[in-house]
């Protein structure tokens, strides 16, 4: 090699390194969490706006479209899973649809994060309007405006595992105070599931609940510590090296049936419950988007978006 054409070698060399390290710091610029409180409120505010949202009603319809609508947009694959099941109180049936939300869908062993979206018929425990108009901003608004947040990440962090977010319908379809059969969708979900086998396996599951309130208080779920003991464990150890001091490491006074409880048992996923069962406006006319907040939002997203990243391996024992 002549010396002149070294020289040449040599420049060609150092561009190329420089183009190679100006690439990686665009690349570690680019934040892939991407979480923004207003727009997760406003996306909360979007969906109480359509009014109440028990099953079958025009604004459980316009909440699906709204969904599909915005998860497709961000590049997800969305599908319905519907069955019909008797009303509670009229015996005609009833047509139920959990929404499906997949991100990489290829990714044969699949994490679940899960909300109910339906919200409760009537504000029963409201002393003044049990017949008003329940809005259900953080018991069913909540996780479905988490969700919507947490899709603008999906594509860009680097989960362990895919992702399938499902929103499930009759988590109470309830008419009476005392009674009735809750966690329909969800129950459906894990039937499905266990009879049909997909040809994928979840290998954990997360299901969010009244997550929005403006005094977030996480502590954990007894039957999600019996359950899926390594999802709590990992969920609170991120939550903790983030820093979130709304996950609290004592334990809900009772055990919390919910729409993790099909999961575990028919479908046997383990499936922890991020709930804040303490909100004071619980199933009243009062639980309006006021109550809740971006940052509660963006707070409990942070800690699913960077738990997403770092599910351990044996996650599922
Ligand atoms: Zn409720």
């Known amino acids: 090699m002549t010396a002149m054409k070294e020289s040449l070698m040599r420049r060609i060399l150092v561009a190329a390194s420089l183009a190679i390290w100006l690439t990686s710091l665009v690349a570690e610029d680019k934040p892939a969490i991407n979480l923004d409180e207003r727009r997760a409120f406003g996306y909360l505010e979007d969906i109480c706006k359509l009014g109440r949202r028990p099953s079958e009603s025009e604004g459980m319809t316009q909440q699906q479209d709204l969904l599909v609508d915005h998860f497709t947009k961000l590049g997800a694959q969305v599908r319905l899973q519907e069955f019909d099941t008797p009303h509670p109180k009229k015996g005609t049936p009833v047509r139920m649809k959990n929404l499906i939300v997949s991100w990489h869908p290829q990714v044969k062993e699949r994490v679940l994060l899960c909300c109910h979206y339906d919200t409760r018929p009537y504000p029963d425990r409201d002393e003044f309007r049990p017949k008003g108009i329940f809005l259900g901003a953080n018991d069913g608004g909540s996780g479905v405006a988490l969700f919507m947040e947490m899709g ?73 510590r019996k359950f899926a003991p390594n999802v709590v464990r ?37 499936t922890a419950d991020l709930i804040d069962f303490e909100y004071p406006h619980w199933h009243t006319t009062k639980d309006t988007p006021q109550q809740c907040s971006g940052a509660s939002l963006v707070k409990v997203g942070r800690v699913l978006l960077t738990w997403l990243q770092q599910v351990p391996e044996n996650v599922g024992k």
């Open 234 to 270: 990992s969920v609170w150890d991120t939550a903790r090296t983030l820093g979130i001091k709304e996950f609290v490491s004592k334990s809900h006074l009772h055990e919390i049936n919910d729409d993790h409880v099909p999961l575990n048992e028919i479908a046997k996923i383990p």
């Open 152 to 224: 603008h990440s999906l594509l860009a962090i680097k989960p362990t595992f895919g992702v399938d977010m499902v929103f499930f319908d009759g988590e109470e379809f309830i008419f009476q105070r005392d009674g009735g059969k809750f966690f329909l969708g969800s129950e459906h979900f894990a039937q499905q599931y266990r009879d049909r086998p997909p040809p994928y396996r979840y290998v954990c599951g997360v299901l969010v609940d009244m997550i929005g309130d403006k005094n977030l208080k996480i502590p954990i779920e007894p039957n999600s």
